[in-house]
DNA sequence: AAAACAATTTGGAATTGGTCTATACTGCAG
DNA sequence: CTGCAGTATAGACCAATTCCAAATTGTTTT
């Protein structure tokens, strides 16, 4: 996704096109990948731009309102920003912190069952968590 | 599970049976359900016990090291610790941030991918996240 | 029993991811 | 210009959890 992607479908949100937001766009929306909070303000740094760690948040608590950015809680400490929000599930490896997306193709789910009276459907998440083979 | 299933559950797994760690256990395993670290020791506190918070923590870490106790990670500010350990699922409410139950056989997983070379998988978990029909 | 030792508990400080707040900046409409 | 809405910002704040060094408990050695 290039920079004119990222105007274009800010465009389709209303999201007014800030020189911040564009800049945390252009770093997390370039490809599928799973950054949390922090690794996105160090990215900024080293490119010297400085957008606030305030400013970071608001602008990933507003991609994620509109869709643009899914949240990912695989990991205690840390929410992951997915730049992938077509459905799909994920592998955890609990040493490394890292995440890993499967297909929802590769993940066939027969049954569901009734969701509890009240509530609608939100989303469905598969979460393998892995560890590395000792040995 | 009472008591004398506790001290069992302990003792197979070599761990003291100190004070604290029963009164942990006693509140935990009763029944199936998810609680935080803090409803536990709000209700250690109601029950005029005072075991310390890092204890507590100390104590559900343990647990959880042991398989005794499963994390469960839904809610991006705070861990649930879960007292059934058998595989299973879970609804996860987002408006109140409740935890539900979903028996295993009531989801179907065909096929799985492969997994990430050297790795292995340590469990597969469904999270489907729901919220109150708005209307 | 006293001393030594290991395991556990404890209060409180520290850490950490994230939010809040009050102020300042920006771009535009009147 | 001036006013206003929307944003950005630094830094204070917060809540969950971890860390730490000292105190307690229980168990061996002398
Ligand atoms: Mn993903
Ligand atoms: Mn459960
Ligand atoms: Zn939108
Ligand atoms: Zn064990």
Do not use: W
Request: without cysteine; negative net charge.
């Amino acid at each position: 996704m290039m920079r004119s992607d990222i105007l274009d479908l800010f465009e389709k949100h209303d999201i007014l096109p800030t020189q911040q937001r564009v800049e945390v766009a252009q770093i997390l929306l370039v490809r599928p990948q799973h950054l949390s909070a922090e690794q996105i303000i160090d990215r900024l740094m080293q490119q010297g731009s400085s957008v606030s760690k305030a400013t970071v948040y608001n602008t990933l608590k507003l991609f994620g309102e509109h869709g643009i950015v899914k949240e990912i809680m695989a990991d205690p400490v840390r929410k992951f920003y997915d730049s992938s929000t077509l459905p799909h599930h994920h592998f955890y490896n609990v040493d490394t912190g890292e995440l890993h997306d499967i297909a929802e193709s590769d993940v066939s789910i027969g049954s569901l069952p009734l969701l509890p009276a009240g509530t609608r459907q939100e989303s469905v998440e598969v979460l393998i968590r892995v560890r590395p083979t000792e040995n």
